[in-house]
Structure formats: structure tokens, C-alpha cells
């Protein structure tokens, strides 16, 4: 999951969403939105091809209400990768909020739980084997 999460005001455009986005060094492609503090939606740079380019709307003229995923997707940060993943192909999402009482843990994508799968599964099987292997004195 990525701890560093951009937020942005709900009354921000989508000019100064797609520069804040340009800016981020880690490159995720989303924004939380922020309203009075809290989060209330997110835009990702789908939802800016999808909802600005394609329709060709001027980016300046458009609020982040209009085109942000609401309400957020979360998950519990105790809650575990496979609830995770399961509740992602339920949703249709690729990324969900960690969130607990309105306080943002992280975001965790797909592309976390991609990179994940592969120590998870070595890790289940190295469990297994431990358990069924005979003992040797």
C-alpha cells in the first residue's frame, strides 16, 4: 500500500488536478478528494480520459465533483490482501482507500496486490510444507 496519499480540495478543476498528478514523483495516477476534511471521492487519470479528453470538455470549466468516483471504495487497514483483492473484482476498482473513521491509511492498487501475490503464495506454501513434513530427530 502507498502511505503518501495527494489530496485536493473538492472545489479545485480538473486543470489543477491534472498538474498535481503531473507533479507527483511516484506517478500513481489519482487523487483523493477532499470535503470539509474528509474524503469523499477519487479521480484517477481514467476518469480524466474518460470524462474530460473524450468529451472534449475544457478542463478549466469543469469541477472534480463531476467526474470523481463517489463514494470512496475502502477497505479496514486491518482487513487482509485476499478480502482485499475480492472486494477490488466486486467493485470494479483497481484501487481502494485503507480508511478507518475517516483517517486515510493508504491506497492500495491492484498493482500493490500484484506485486504481493507472488511472496504471499511462496510463503503459504513454505507453511504447508513445514506443517505435512514428517518430523526428523
Do not use: H
Request: charged share 25%.
Amino acid at each position: 500500500m502507498n502511505k503518501e496519499v495527494i489530496t485536493l480540495n473538492i472545489e479545485a478543476n480538473v486543470t489543477e488536478i491534472a498538474q498535481v498528478m503531473t507533479a507527483d514523483v511516484n506517478n500513481e495516477g489519482y487523487v483523493i478528494i477532499l470535503s470539509g476534511g474528509k474524503p469523499v471521492g477519487i479521480v484517477t487519470e481514467r476518469d480524466l480520459i474518460r470524462e474530460v479528453l473524450a468529451k472534449e470538455v475544457a478542463p478549466t470549466q469543469i469541477k472534480i465533483s463531476e467526474i470523481m468516483s463517489s463514494p470512496l471504495i475502502t477497505i479496514d487497514p486491518d482487513d487482509d490482501l485476499l478480502k482485499a483483492s475480492k472486494l477490488m473484482v466486486e467493485q470494479k476498482v483497481r484501487k481502494l482507500v485503507v480508511m478507518r473513521n475517516n483517517i486515510i491509511y493508504g491506497i492500495l492498487t491492484a498493482k500493490d496486490i500484484a506485486q504481493s501475490c507472488g511472496t504471499y503464495v511462496e510463503k503459504s506454501v513454505k507453511d504447508v510444507i513445514r506443517w505435512t513434513a514428517p518430523l526428523s530427530f
